[in-house]
């Protein structure tokens, strides 16, 4: 079992910033991949960010490429997503997910997931 926990979210105004963390225990974090999705009220839950078990790859979404940076301490069993230049379509719940393969898109293919974490972007 792997416990995680987003933390980080909050309201900020377009253009902000926000850094979101996971925060992982239980089974070895550091061999899992790790990826971020979000789900804003009304829509279905999809795919952000995802960074390899070893944090030397990642991966992101075409519609936040550019903006979110994703990165992880092991050392810390940590995880993070940076967003910068925040727009309203933004606005969401955000999860950190870990699942044992790498370069997964899925919401079936996350093994573990975190409670999520309120991103609210005003206009």
């Known amino acids: 079992q792997v416990q995680l926990v987003e933390s980080g979210g909050g309201l900020v105004q377009t253009g902000g910033s926000l850094r979101l963390s996971c925060a992982a225990s239980g089974r070895t974090f550091s061999y899992y991949a790790m990826g971020w999705f979000r789900q804003a009220p009304g829509k279905e839950r999809e795919f952000v960010a995802a960074i390899s078990s070893s944090g030397v790859s990642t991966y992101f979404a075409d519609s936040v490429e550019g903006r979110f940076t994703i990165s992880r301490d092991n050392g810390k069993n940590m995880g993070y997503l940076q967003i910068d230049s925040l727009i309203p379509e933004d606005t969401a719940v955000y999860y950190c997910?870990?699942?044992?393969?790498?370069?997964?898109?899925?919401?079936?293919?996350?093994?573990?997931w975190g409670q999520g974490t309120q991103v609210t972007v005003s206009s």
């Open positions: 997910a870990a699942s044992r393969r790498w370069l997964r898109v899925s919401v079936k293919d996350y093994d573990y």
